[in-house]
Every structure is written in structure tokens, then in C-alpha cells.
């Protein structure tokens, strides 16, 4: 094998962080995964968000959740739709996990890992609404392509939502 038969280096819109995890955090993830979470390299065809939640509701997928609190307060003022938060960032998946459950939250459901992965394997028109906040530190030119608000990934996100 050669250099030139190698598959591309994937660019990626995120760095794997670490982060240590309260004993809180630790405990909500080991216990709510199971029933919240959906991780996404697992996932082996196309993504039926309605099973996620066992019911149907308008859908907002969230990219990049962080720490969740902004999710976990727009859900819980908002519970007639369904909230999808995305991220990669494990202790910011357990906050949210951990919120989720004391504010009582049905509407919100979690996925581990590239939120464009998840996005290509969604319906077309299956999204109310794509929350993103305070995205893409990445202000050098040649990071730019790393950026998730560049015009493919917006035109994948477009083609999700419904009209
Ligand atoms: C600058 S932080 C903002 C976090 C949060 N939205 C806020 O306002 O505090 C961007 C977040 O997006 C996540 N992220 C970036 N690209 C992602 C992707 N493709 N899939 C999932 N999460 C991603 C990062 O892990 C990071 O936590």
C-alpha cells in the first residue's frame, strides 16, 4: 500500500476534548444513556428520529450542545417539540443527562458523536428547526474548513429541514 491508497484524513468541526465529570455527572450518564442517548457510530442505517422519542413532535436538532444548559431551559419552556442535542463533549453530554432529569424533561433525547453523520442519515424534511450557538472557534483562514457553518454543511442542514 502506498501514501496515495490511504482514505483522506475526515476534517473534522470539533477536538476531542477531555474533561474530568462530577461524581453527578458520572452518575446521570451511567444511569439515563441507556433510555436518552443514541450514539451516533453506532448507528447502522438511516435514523428514524420519531423512534428516538416513541411518539412523533415537531423536531429541533441542537448542534453542539456543550454543557446543555441552554437545551435543557428551551425544552423544558417549549415541551411540545422534541429536542435533539448532538455533541461530543462528554461531560457536557452528562450535564445535560443530569438536567434532563431534574427538570423532568421527556422532550429531550442525546447523541454521542459527529452531528454530520447524523444529519446524512435523517429523512429529508424531518426538522423543524436546527438550533446552533456560538459554533466554530476556529478564526485562522486555514481552519476555515473546519468551520460548520460553510455552505456544504448548511445545504445538508437545509435539505433536512421541512419546507
Ligand atoms: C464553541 S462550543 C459552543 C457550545 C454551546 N453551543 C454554547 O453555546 O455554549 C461548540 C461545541 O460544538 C461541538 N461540536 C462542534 N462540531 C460538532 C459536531 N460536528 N458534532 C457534534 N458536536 C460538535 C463542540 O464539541 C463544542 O462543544
Redesign the pocket.
Known sequence: MTLTDLPAARI???HP?RGRMSDRQRDALERLWPAYGLRIAALDGPCDPAALFGRRAPLVLE?????GD?TAAMAAADRDRHYLA????TP?IANLLDLVERHGLDNVRVAE????DLVRAMPEGCLDAVH??????WPKTRHHKRR?IQPAHVALLRSRLAP
Open positions: 473534522r468541526t470539533f476534548r448542534i453542539g450542545s456543550g454543557m441552554a448532538v455533541e461530543v463533549h457536557g458523536g459527529d452531528a454530520l446552533v450557538y456560538f459554533p466554530d472557534p460548520i
